[in-house]
């Protein structure tokens, strides 16, 4: 049985196998050498070791990164690596691939699949990204109209039009939904799959923001061919496979681990203590209140990541993304009107097509902004509302009159 002695173990031996360089001294420096310092190949090297040790992700199973051990044990892996000032795997550049697509192919994949994918996945090798929304089907994603049409030959023949996909200017693999039967109801007609971002029929179209950067995208698909062997899951069960996806996405959304007065409310309180000649009574209060509302949402994050110990995410990860939206646009707006005249500036409006989002190391103005767009990614908060009151509360689901009837024969 794994404990944290055993990974404490591992990582030393992790850590003795794969050393940083040292640097020499400069030519005009006698002294002694420089500091260690990863290069990208000592860095890539490492990644792939770290995996193959099974200290990737420890929850995982033995050979896929991990080594079946508890998944609160993961925390004294990361605790003795960043101790040791060993590289990540840079995690805000390929979140999608570790918080959407691994779970998804961990649990629906075949074994080929899992081999092919995971490891370059973890190390950052290969980006991932989402292809699920439509024009037409957001918030009602079941709706989709993306088709995917078998030929002679067994694959798949993708036509159709998705859009707000993160990081599809980088990623190298997308998890797609496509409808692959239009003749029974919309839910029941959807399968998924892995599609080749360097297909020749994908194109990726930057979508500018309110923040005037373009980390979002439109993606058209035009004859792109996908293998059978790249389906996860049962022809017209993707939906079913989809839902992992999308409760794993709300949780690494709204139930990151963050420290105590950590991010946004974090950089607010900083500010408050920074510029006492902007403090007011007022705002004093709200943001005592909102310093509250944080810290229980992190205590909260903190349970929920203990109970997905004991099985995949369920609900609750929908609870915890609408207080993470919430949050974030209150703080932002807090902070904007706290620092007055200030908080309006914005450092750069130019068109760019940034790797992530930064809701720390940016100014005001830009915070503001981009938690715009919280309440509307990984599910709109209106819709996550009722997942909790149905699938939590237990309450009544609203009417709907669409569930019995052939997606061809829904009105569009």
Known sequence: MTDADDLRRRTAELLAAHPPTRLPPPPSDEGPAG??????????????ARFDAGLAWVHFPEGLGGLDAPRSLQAVVDAELEAAGAPDNDPGRIGIGLGMAAPTILRFGTDEQKQRFLRPLWTGEEVWCQLFSEPGAGSDLAALAT??????GGDWIVDGQKVWTSSAHLARWAILIARTD????????ISYFVCDMTDPGVEVRPLRQITGEAEFNEVFLTGVRIPDAHRLGAVGEGWKVAQTTLMNERVAIGGARIPREGGMIGVAAAGWRARPELRTHDLHQRLL??????EVARLTGERLRQQLTKGQPGPEGSGMKLAFARLAQEISGWEVEFLAEDGLTYDDWTMRRPDGVDFTGREAGYRYLRAKGNSIEGGTSEVLLNIVAERVLGLPPEPRTDKDVAWKDLPR
């Not at 239009?182 to 007609?189: A, W």
């Not at 209140?289 to 944080?294: E, F, I, M, P, Y």
């Open 147 to 152: 088709r995917a049409v078998p030929d002679s």
């Open 35 to 48: 500091p260690h310092r990863w290069s990208a190949t000592e860095r890539l090297e490492f990644l792939r």
């Open 182 to 189: 239009p003749d029974v109801p919309k839910h029941r007609g």
């Open 289 to 294: 209140k909102l310093w509250v509302d944080a």
